[in-house]
C-alpha cells in the first residue's frame, strides 16, 4: 500500500500562494485514483481537486481557477498549486489516494470515505 505525506503548508496573506506536494512511498501512485482534500475547524472534509486519467481534472467550485493539481511521475509527487489565497482557504489540507479501478480514474471528486489511503496533512493558513 502506499504512503503519503504533505508539505509545502504554510502562513500566507490573501493573494498569495503556495504549492503543495504529496510524496508516494511504498507503491506508486499511478495505481491510485489521487486527489486533495482540506478540512477546516468545525467543518466536514471536502474535496479540493481530483486527478483524472483521461481529461486532466476536477475541481471544487471554491477553488476553480485558482489552483491547480498536478502529478510528476519522475519522483512520485502529486502537487496541489495554490493561487490567489483567500482567508476562507484556510484549512488543513490532505491528500489521498484510492484503488485504481481498471477502467482509470474519472473526472470527478469523489466523497472522502471513497478514499483509503491518507496523508497526515498539512496546515494551510491564509490571514486577510
Known amino acids: 500500500q502506499v504512503q503519503l505525506v504533505e508539505s509545502g503548508g504554510g502562513s500566507v496573506q490573501a493573494g498569495g500562494s503556495l504549492r503543495l506536494s504529496c510524496a508516494a512511498s511504498?507503491?506508486?501512485?499511478?495505481?491510485?485514483?489521487m486527489g486533495w482534500f482540506r478540512q477546516a475547524p468545525g467543518k466536514e472534509r471536502e474535496g479540493v481537486a481530483a486527478?483524472?486519467?483521461?481529461?486532466?481534472?476536477k475541481y471544487a467550485d471554491s477553488v476553480k481557477g485558482r489552483f491547480t493539481i498536478s502529478q510528476d511521475d519522475a519522483n512520485g509527487t502529486l502537487y496541489l498549486q495554490m493561487n490567489s489565497l483567500k482567508p476562507d482557504d484556510t484549512a488543513m489540507y490532505y491528500c489521498?489516494?484510492?484503488?485504481?479501478?481498471?477502467?482509470?480514474?474519472?473526472?470527478?471528486?469523489?466523497?472522502?470515505?471513497?478514499?483509503?489511503?491518507w496523508g497526515q496533512g498539512t496546515q494551510v493558513t491564509v490571514s486577510s
Open positions: 511504498g507503491d506508486t501512485y499511478n495505481n491510485y485514483c
Open positions: 489521498a489516494g484510492r484503488s485504481r479501478p481498471t477502467y482509470g480514474c474519472l473526472n470527478v471528486l469523489r466523497p472522502p470515505a471513497d478514499y483509503s489511503v
Open positions: 486527478l483524472s486519467t483521461f481529461s486532466g481534472a
